[in-house]
């Protein structure tokens, strides 16, 4: 790798692969590709530092940009990871249909130098060892609701016995991880913070603080529209020429959807605020899903202006 080292702002732009990675600068143009191996991360990370990079940015690739990731972030490197379907918006507004890894990188490139600054104050390895801990912890539950299923639809005594074993197995390994995620929190100033916090809500256990603290870190640090979307709680309107087609969330972070919808069932149980939107929604001829739905954008609307500010759940 030979690039100019000119003091111009750079931003970077990585299309990542299983095997490689294809990097590019923006918005001087430069476009190189190296393995997508932890030699080449640390490497990679030497060289950067010798440029006046501004931010990195690519998209979730099945887990195959965690490795360049964490190099990066150990590095004090700004880094940002997007949903794959946000960076296809970007592009479709610029390229058309055009695409290669190449074109792909610079594109990255470019829609880095749009994006926010990420907020560098939570440590990157408690985050991504709190959204770690809370994917097994999903794995986990998935695991327990099946061999449960499996448990009511079977007869032969060797074989209960064996998904009662399993079952058991599960639990106590889930209490496990649980406990982890709670220890990570509370050793984190912040993090703590944030979740006794969130907390106040009416709504918001500890189930959902947690989640919500794994699974959307953006949460007070963007606008409301924002951590709408990135909840995929945020309605989208279809239209073409004259026709026009009713507005439909969809997209975004499916955990954190069901979460929200959760919290928004138990909020509107228990607190007349929430009540009387739901209410008031029905009243309207919205299905009882989404109504639930629209309380939930509502809610986290909330939740996310009370973690930008600092301050907990007032009752109205």
């Given at each position: 790798m030979t690039h100019n080292t000119q003091q111009t702002a750079l931003y970077l732009g990585i299309d990542v692969g299983k095997y490689t990675l294809t990097l590019a600068t923006y918005p001087t143009p430069q476009v190189w590709e190296i393995p997508n191996t932890p030699e080449q991360h640390h490497a990679l990370v030497q060289h950067l530092a010798q440029l006046p990079i501004q931010r990195v940015l690519l998209e979730s690739s099945g887990g195959y940009e965690k490795g360049v990731v964490n190099a990066l972030q150990q590095a004090g490197i700004p880094v940002v990871v997007v949903p794959?379907?946000?960076?296809?918006?970007?592009?479709?507004?610029?390229?058309?249909?055009?695409?290669?890894?190449?074109?792909?990188?610079?594109?990255?490139?470019?829609?880095?130098?749009?994006?926010?600054?990420?907020?560098?104050?939570?440590?990157?390895?408690?985050?991504?060892?709190?959204?770690?801990?809370?994917?097994?912890?999903?794995?986990?539950?998935?695991?327990?609701?099946?061999?449960?299923?499996?448990?009511?639809?079977?007869?032969?005594?060797?074989?209960?016995?064996?998904?009662?074993?399993?079952?058991?197995?599960?639990?106590?390994?889930?209490?496990?991880?649980?406990?982890?995620?709670?220890?990570?929190?509370?050793?984190?100033?912040?993090?703590?913070?944030?979740?006794?916090?969130?907390?106040?809500?009416?709504?918001?256990?500890?189930?959902?603080?947690?989640?919500?603290?794994?699974?959307?870190?953006?949460?007070?640090?963007?606008?409301?529209?924002?951590?709408?979307?990135?909840?995929g709680l945020a309605p989208v309107r279809r239209e073409s020429g004259r026709w026009r087609g009713s507005a439909r969330i969809g997209g975004g972070r499916r955990r954190v959807r069901r979460l929200l919808y959760l919290a928004a069932v138990v909020a509107v149980a228990h607190d007349a605020r929430w009540r009387a939107v739901y209410e008031g929604l029905v009243?309207?001829?919205?299905?009882?899903?989404?109504?639930?739905?629209?309380?939930?954008?509502?809610?986290?609307?909330?939740?996310?202006?009370?973690?930008?500010?600092?301050?907990?759940?007032?009752?109205?």
């Open positions: 794959a379907q946000r960076a296809r918006y970007f592009a479709k507004s610029l390229r058309g249909n055009l695409k290669t890894d190449r074109v792909d990188a610079q594109l990255l490139a470019h829609f880095a130098s749009c994006y926010p600054a990420p907020d560098t104050t939570e440590p990157a390895q408690v985050q991504a060892e709190l959204k770690e801990l809370w994917a097994r912890r999903e794995q986990l539950v998935g695991q327990l609701e099946a061999e449960k299923k499996r448990l009511q639809v079977v007869h032969a005594p060797s074989v209960r016995a064996s998904l009662a074993r399993m079952i058991a197995v599960l639990q106590e390994e889930l209490a496990q991880i649980e406990a982890q995620v709670a220890a990570l929190v509370a050793s984190d100033e912040a993090l703590a913070h944030r979740f006794a916090l969130l907390q106040t809500a009416v709504g918001v256990g500890a189930i959902v603080a947690y989640g919500l603290l794994a699974e959307l870190p953006e949460l007070g640090q963007v606008s409301r529209e924002a951590i709408a979307a990135l909840a009243a309207k001829g919205k299905a009882v899903k989404v109504a639930y739905c629209a309380v939930a954008r509502r809610l986290l609307v909330v939740l996310n202006a009370m973690v930008r500010d600092g301050r907990a759940y007032a009752r109205v």
